[in-house]
């Protein structure tokens, strides 16, 4: 499911003393099946954007088109678009509440009046996309699990709405290494397997070189830079200079560039690895 955007713009508070132009003039293309990471500094209008994208956020000017259908305009079903766009916010675990992970990945497609058997079966797809187990912990009390499968769980009740598109406002946010690494590892096989449209909004430049096709970078509610992760990442004096920073192995090929060592440019650790073999290997 494709996203266009055209000339969106968003002001908090309009006419009043604390007026705030959190957007302004956006306009942008996510192509259907694209997995696009969304990086900026804080403030940058990031969430004020991806909030726009299931119509939780009205736009003072402009237009979304999702599938060919503007959201923007009045008579437009909310329902209809929320279940088509999916938006995990940051720390989902938050939003846990029921008394087991079967009933609470099960709340929302029990709200499209589906058969107990559907209902059923999405729960069962929608925990297997995750990488977890509906035997072992359908009856488990969400708030007995680990900080990581909590976080699998809340995304798991986004999935289980079957949406098209899948926005994850830093879903690594507050997880230890192996939590990060589980849960940007089901993100990508779930990219891989459903070929759904993905945003991912992260603060880690490592983990946005590493799984995303194509990068946007916001600042002061503007889109500065949308590129490939390897282009982008050649702006290294932009993205300083609007407070965001590149890969530590693009750094450190830079570095060696720098001290007249020739190593092409890097933006993953594996990438690095091997340009650092074929360099100790031709001295």
Known sequence: MSVEVKNLTHVYMKDTVFEHKALNNISLTIEDGEFVGLIGHTGSGKSTFIQHLNALLKPSSGSIIINGVDITTKGVAMKTI???VGLVFQYPEHQLFEETVYKDVAFGPQNLSLSQGEIEERVK???SLVGLDFDKI???SPFELSGGQKRRVAI???LAMK???LILDEPTAGLDPKGRDEILGEIKKLHQKQKITVVLVSHSMEDIANLVDRIIVMNKGQVVL?????NVFK???LLQSIGLGIPQVTLLANELNKQGIEIKDCISVDEAYNELIKLLRSN
């Open 125 to 127: 797809e929608a925990l």
């Open 138 to 140: 359908k009856d488990v």
């Open 163 to 165: 949406p098209k598109v």
């Open 82 to 84: 929320r279940q088509a």
């Open 226 to 230: 949308t590129d490939i992760p390897r």
């Open 156 to 158: 798991a009740g986004v």
């Open 235 to 237: 702006q290294a004096e």
